[in-house]
C-alpha cells in the first residue's frame, strides 16, 4: 500500500448504479469522518456533479474525470489513491488495463468481479508485478464473494473448536433471498459466454473448480447443476447461480490461507426449496429462474430495484460443516438489504476501508477479501454492514 497519497479511496464507475451507491454510503456512513479522503470518478464531469448532488454528498467531493478507454486518464487517477474501488464492469470488457496500471504502481484494487476465467488472466498476468510494487489486488468484494468466503471460514472456526480440526467437507445453502440480479452480475456472465463461445480454449477455466488455485488441484467436487434431495438438511435443493464464482474463491482462500481446510477440501453451494414434492417443483422452478437471469429479459447495466426495494431485501445463509464421524456444526450469514446492490454497496466499502485501517500489513499480490482480511472483516460487516454471523446450535 502506499504510505501517502491525495485520497484514500478512489470510486471509479460512481456515475452507475452500483458505484453511485457505493459514492453514497461513504458520504453517509462516514459524514464527519475527516481522517477519511475519498474521491468520485467516471467519464463525465457534470454526470459525477449530478450523482454527488443527488446523494448528498458534500459539495467539496472530489470529482475525477477518467476512462477506461484512456490509461494516461486511469494512471493519473490511481497516481492520487491508496484505493481504488472499481464498479466498472463487466470486468473482462472495461477493467484489464486499470488492474495492470494499479499492479505495475503499488496502488490497492478492491472490485466487484465475478468473472473467473477473467480473474484468472489477471493472477497470471500481473500478479509478479503487483508482489513488485506492493499493490494489493482483492477481487469479488461483494455478494460474490464475500458472505460465501467468509461464511465458509466462520464454519470453520466452530468446527475447529468442536472436532478439533477444519472440517473436509462444508455445504453452502441459500435458505433465503429477497432481491434482485445485478444488472452489472447478468452483463458479466453474458460476457463470459460470449468470450467463451470465441475461445472454446476457455471452457477448461470455466468448468475447474480449482481455476482460480494456479498449480493446484484437489477433491472431486460436486458439480451441483441438477436439483437433488438432501436427507441431512430434509431438503430438496437446487443449483444456485452464483455458486461458479464463489466456490472457486473459496478454494482460492483456502490456497492462500496454506490449506487449513486441507488439501481435500470440498465445498458446494445449492439453494435450499423445502421438503417433499412443493420442494421438488421449487427446485426446478429455481433452475428455469436461472436461464431467464442470464437471457434476453436480464436487468441492463445502470437498470436496479428502488431504494425501498433494496432496503426490503435480505439474505440468509445457511454453513454445515460435517466432520469425519458425520457431525455436524452449522452456521449462518444473514445480510440486512438485497444483496446485489444495497448489501454489496456496503460490503465493497467497508472491504476498502478494512484494507486501509484495519489490515494494512496484508502482504502485496492478488487477493480475496476472506482470505486477507478474515476475522477483521468479519467484524465490521458486522459492526457497519449489516451482517450478521451466528453459530447455529
Not at 479511496?9 to 477519511?36: H, K, M
Not at 458472505?147 to 468446527?159: D, H, I, M, R
Not at 488455485?213 to 444456485?240: I, V
Not at 427446485?283 to 437471457?295: D, H, I, L, P, Q
Request: charged share 25%; with cysteine.
Amino acid at each position: 500500500m502506499k504510505a501517502s497519497a491525495k485520497f484514500d479511496i478512489i470510486v471509479y464507475g460512481a456515475t452507475g448504479f452500483t458505484g453511485q451507491l457505493v459514492a453514497e454510503y461513504l458520504s453517509t456512513r462516514y459524514r464527519g469522518d475527516n481522517e477519511l479522503k475519498w474521491a468520485m470518478a467516471g467519464r463525465s464531469l457534470d454526470k459525477l456533479a449530478s450523482v454527488r448532488d443527488t446523494i448528498g454528498a458534500a459539495a467539496e467531493t472530489p470529482l475525477i474525470v477518467a476512462d477506461a478507454s484512456d490509461p494516461a486518464s486511469l494512471q493519473a487517477m490511481i497516481d492520487q489513491t491508496k484505493v481504488i474501488i472499481s464498479t466498472v464492469g463487466p470486468y473482462q470488457l472495461y477493467g484489464s488495463e486499470l488492474v495492470a496500471t494499479c499492479a505495475g504502481s503499488g496502488t490497492d484494487y478492491i472490485d466487484l468481479c465475478g468473472e473467473p476465467v477473467w480473474m484468472r488472466q489477471m493472477i497470471d498476468r500481473h500478479e509478479a508485478a503487483a508482489k513488485a510494487s506492493g499493490a494489493r489486488i482483492v477481487f469479488s468484494c461483494g455478494f460474490d464473494s464475500v458472505p460465501f468466503e467468509l461464511g465458509a471460514f466462520y464454519v470453520q472456526e466452530e468446527a475447529k473448536r468442536v472436532f478439533g480440526a477444519p472440517a473436509a467437507r462444508v455445504k453452502g445453502r441459500v435458505r433465503a433471498m429477497r432481491g434482485t440480479l445485478s444488472g452489472g452480475t447478468a452483463a458479466s456472465a453474458k460476457a463470459t459466454f460470449d468470450a467463451v463461445a470465441k475461445d472454446l480454449s476457455l471452457v477448461a477455466i470455466l468448468n475447474d473448480p480449482f481455476a482460480l488455485t494456479p498449480g493446484f488441484s484437489g477433491a472431486k467436487q460436486p458439480r451441483g447443476n441438477k436439483p437433488a434431495y438432501e436427507e441431512d438438511l430434509q431438503s430438496w435443493a437446487a443449483p444456485f447461480m452464483m455458486a461458479l464464482i464463489n466456490t472457486r474463491n473459496v478454494h482460492r482462500s483456502n490456497m492462500l490461507m496454506g490449506f487449513p481446510y486441507g488439501s481435500e477440501f470440498v465445498y458446494d453451494e445449492m439453494v435450499l426449496t423445502g421438503p417433499g414434492e412443493k420442494g421438488e417443483a421449487n427446485a426446478r422452478k429455481v433452475m428455469a429462474a436461472n436461464t431467464e437471469k442470464t437471457g434476453p429479459n436480464a436487468p441492463k447495466p445502470g437498470e436496479g430495484p428502488s431504494k425501498e426495494e433494496r432496503e426490503n431485501g435480505l439474505y440468509d445463509l445457511l454453513y454445515v460443516a460435517i466432520g469425519p464421524d458425520s457431525r455436524q456444526v452449522r452456521a449462518s450469514v444473514k445480510g440486512d438489504r438485497d444483496p446485489g446492490y444495497g448489501s454489496t454497496s456496503k460490503m465493497i466499502a467497508e472491504c476498502a476501508i478494512c484494507l486501509l485501517r484495519d489490515a494494512p500489513d496484508v502482504p502485496a499480490g492478488f487477493w480475496t477479501p476472506g482470505a486477507a482480511m478474515q476475522h477483521k472483516l468479519i467484524k465490521r460487516l458486522a459492526d457497519h454492514a449489516g451482517l450478521t454471523f451466528a453459530v447455529e446450535r
